[in-house]
């Protein structure tokens, strides 16, 4: 989770760490809002969940449990 998720992300917030120790893993972000530039993170997410889009945050049970059976 993360309020906001832009290029400054990269500068230690706690996603920074987290993506440091994924690897190859799926990272999934929920977040407050999404800055239109994500640095060098712009592809390191199988998804963005922005918590005030309702059908994303709907969908995202599906996706995570899925992402997490195939672990």
């Known amino acids: 989770g993360e309020g906001r998720l832009d290029a400054q ?7 920074s760490a987290i993506l440091r120790r ?3 893993l799926p990272v999934y972000a929920v977040v407050g809002s999404v800055g239109e530039d994500l640095g060098d993170y712009s592809d390191r997410f199988a998804d ?12 995202a049970g599906t996706s995570v449990a899925a992402a997490l059976s195939r672990l």
């Open 9 to 15: 992300t990269q500068h230690g917030k706690i996603i």
């Open 22 to 24: 994924t690897g190859t």
């Open 48 to 59: 963005v969940l922005v918590a005030t889009d309702e059908p994303a945050m709907r969908a």
